[in-house]
């Protein structure tokens, strides 16, 4: 019998590494977790490796690695714990590895990801802010690479599954019109809009259908998720931002729609539970049990479509605008929103106050060409500074 496959979850203690972890235990004669790597939640990932015994562990720094070192020795492993950036890009590049889950929250993803690309591993993308800020340079390593690359975020996974079936193996979206993509419209959908400036992180978080990280939670309640979104369909499906419609859909049990030239419109439809489209890309192109139960259609009765608002969700038309202008602005866009969602969360900023703090920095900063890494990365440091300053001038 051949090895089962050797897996790097990189962001292990988040929801989608745990999401991720289920499924590959479900499966042990195909999957056996390689490489683990967690942040701040060192104690989960002690039980995670002690749970799935991987080879190496990664943590941020090395008094942490120190102590995660001693708990795996006392506890009988061999696993070994490796450090920061380098270490995540080691664990995402070694040649033992067969796929990486790319499940690092924000920009921090970006270089382990493109490690993983340019090793020619098959990447499972989640992290889609690696996307949105370097799409033309990742997607050009993709194609040097030949990685094979597989979409996680639910909708991309459904727009995946409805594409002209060999999609993945390098040939265009032929025929495809248009890409439907389905938002929830998240927790304020229906919230009076007066009372938005007064709605709390754990409001924000409290998502109708979906468990995810706290970030992703504000991204879907401003909608700057389905935002992101757009611009990784673009790179993801090579399509332009106008081919590109929201649709919100409460129910969130059609997770994307293609439409074809000839009329044909294809959906996937299934449960909310991530572990759907990770079991997807983890067997791709074949079909595994992910734990999830069957759809229920008669329990589910009737599907809701309605056009986003964008004076309720300002933060889907700055991301629609910096998809149009590419360049830096994309990465600009994720940047200042990273810094105006963290502030949200810490209390600093109220909630509309998230779609000021990215308008005004795109504002100030023209858009310029980004032609490599360094290039993107400035960017990225010119917009999370002007965020910052937005923050000291109103007194946060
Ligand atoms: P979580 O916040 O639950 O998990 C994030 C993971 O990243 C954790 O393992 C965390 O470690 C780690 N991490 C955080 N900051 C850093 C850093 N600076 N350096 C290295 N590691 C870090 O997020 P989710 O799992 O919800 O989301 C992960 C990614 O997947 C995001 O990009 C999100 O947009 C995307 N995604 C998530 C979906 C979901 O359903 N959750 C759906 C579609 C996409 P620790 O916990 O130890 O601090
Ligand atoms: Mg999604």
């Known amino acids: 019998m051949s090895r089962p496959q050797q897996i790097t979850v990189l962001g292990s203690t988040g929801s989608i590494g745990l999401s991720t972890l289920d499924v590959i235990a479900r499966h042990p004669e195909r999957y056996q977790a390689y490489a683990l790597s967690g942040f701040t939640r060192l104690s989960e990932l002690l039980a995670l490796c002690v749970?799935?015994?991987?080879?190496?562990?990664?943590?941020?720094?090395?008094?942490?690695?120190?102590?995660?070192?001693?708990?795996?020795?006392?506890?009988?492993l061999s696993t070994r714990v490796l450090v920061g950036e380098e270490g995540l890009c080691q664990v995402a590049a070694d040649p033992e590895?067969?796929?990486?889950?790319?499940?690092?929250?924000g920009a921090a993803g970006l270089r382990p990801t493109l490690a993983a690309v340019e090793a020619g591993k098959k990447i499972l993308l989640a992290n889609k802010e690696a996307l949105v800020m370097s799409g033309a340079l990742f997607m050009q390593a993709v194609r040097k690479s030949g990685s094979v690359l597989l979409p996680i975020d639910s909708e991309h996974n459904a727009i995946f599954q409805c594409m002209p079936v060999d999609f993945a193996r390098g040939l265009s979206s032929v025929g495809v019109r248009r890409i439907l993509l389905t938002a929830s419209g998240g927790p304020f959908r229906q919230t009076p809009m007066a009372e938005l400036a007064h709605v709390s992180p754990e409001q924000a978080c409290a998502h109708p259908n979906w468990s995810m990280g706290r970030k992703i939670s504000v991204d879907s309640a401003s909608m700057m998720n389905k935002g992101l979104e757009l611009i990784e369909a673009c790179w993801l499906f090579d399509a332009k931002p106008s081919q590109v419609?929201?649709?919100?859909?409460?129910?969130?049990?059609?997770?994307?729609?293609?439409?074809?030239?000839?009329?044909?419109?294809?959906?996937?439809?299934?449960?909310?539970?991530?572990?759907?489209?990770?079991?997807?890309?983890?067997?791709?192109?074949?079909?595994?049990?992910?734990?999830?139960?069957?759809?229920?259609?008669?329990?589910i009765a009737r599907l809701d479509f309605q056009a986003p608002d964008e004076e309720r969700f300002p933060c889907l038309r700055l991301a629609r605008l910096a998809a149009e202008a590419g360049n830096?602005?994309?990465?600009?866009?994720?940047?200042?929103?990273?810094?105006?969602?963290?502030?949200?969360?810490?209390?600093?900023?109220?909630?509309?106050?998230?779609?000021?703090?990215?308008?005004?920095?795109?504002?100030?900063?023209?858009?310029?060409?980004?032609d490599d890494l360094e290039a993107v990365f400035t960017a990225d440091a010119k917009a999370r500074l002007l965020a910052e300053q937005w923050l000291s001038r109103h007194g946060r």
Do not use: C, K
């Open 245 to 299: 419609e929201v649709v919100i859909h409460p129910q969130s049990v059609i997770h994307s729609l293609v439409d074809y030239i000839d009329g044909s419109v294809l959906a996937q439809l299934g449960n909310p539970d991530m572990r759907t489209p990770i079991a997807n890309a983890l067997a791709w192109p074949e079909r595994i049990d992910s734990g999830v139960p069957p759809l229920d259609l008669f329990a």
């Open 51 to 76: 749970r799935h015994t991987p080879r190496f562990a990664v943590v941020p720094e090395a008094g942490a690695a120190r102590s995660l070192q001693d708990d795996l020795r006392a506890a009988g």
């Open 328 to 370: 830096s602005a994309p990465a600009m866009l994720n940047a200042a929103n990273e810094v105006a969602v963290a502030a949200f969360l810490d209390g600093r900023v109220r909630y509309p106050e998230i779609a000021s703090i990215i308008e005004e920095t795109l504002n100030l900063e023209p858009v310029v060409a980004v």
């Open 97 to 105: 590895v067969d796929a990486v889950m790319a499940a690092i929250v």
